[in-house]
């Protein structure tokens, strides 16, 4: 497994924009794919984005699809996600999570896909 500490989150006005970071430790990162999920008060934690080994594939849940991005770099450990045009209803404790994939270009979209997760950041849009 590998340890991640998300950053980046804060208070944005909607139709703003943030830059979310995922740091991961370890010396095997660029075998892992990588996940962003979301959790609202009161309801499940949701899929958002997720990108490959090389980052030559990415999926989007359909509700941040042309908004989001997400990006990495694999020489600095690191995962992205960039949210432009932000909506009240993105507020939520978003999480980073990993899996071991080595260079499969099929990456899970499910919560029980990941085996390895951050301790989450607030991401509050106020309208």
């Known amino acids: 497994q590998v340890q991640l500490v998300e950053s980046g989150g804060g208070l944005v006005q909607a139709g703003g924009s943030l830059r979310l970071s995922c740091a991961a430790s370890g010396r095997t990162f660029s075998s892992y794919a990588m996940g962003w999920f979301r959790q609202a008060p009161g309801k499940e934690r949701e899929f958002v984005a997720a990108i490959t080994w090389s980052g030559g594939n990415t999926y989007y849940a359909d509700s941040v699809k042309g908004r989001f991005t997400i990006s990495r770099d694999n020489a600095k450990n690191t995962v992205y996600l960039q949210m432009n045009s932000l909506k009240p209803e993105d507020t939520a404790v978003y999480y980073c999570?990993?899996?071991?994939?080595?260079?499969?270009?099929?990456?899970?979209?499910?919560?029980?896909?990941?085996?390895?997760w951050g301790q989450g950041t607030q991401v509050t849009v106020s309208s």
């Open positions: 999570a990993a899996v071991r994939r080595g260079y499969s270009i099929v990456v899970p979209t499910s919560r029980s896909g990941y085996d390895s």
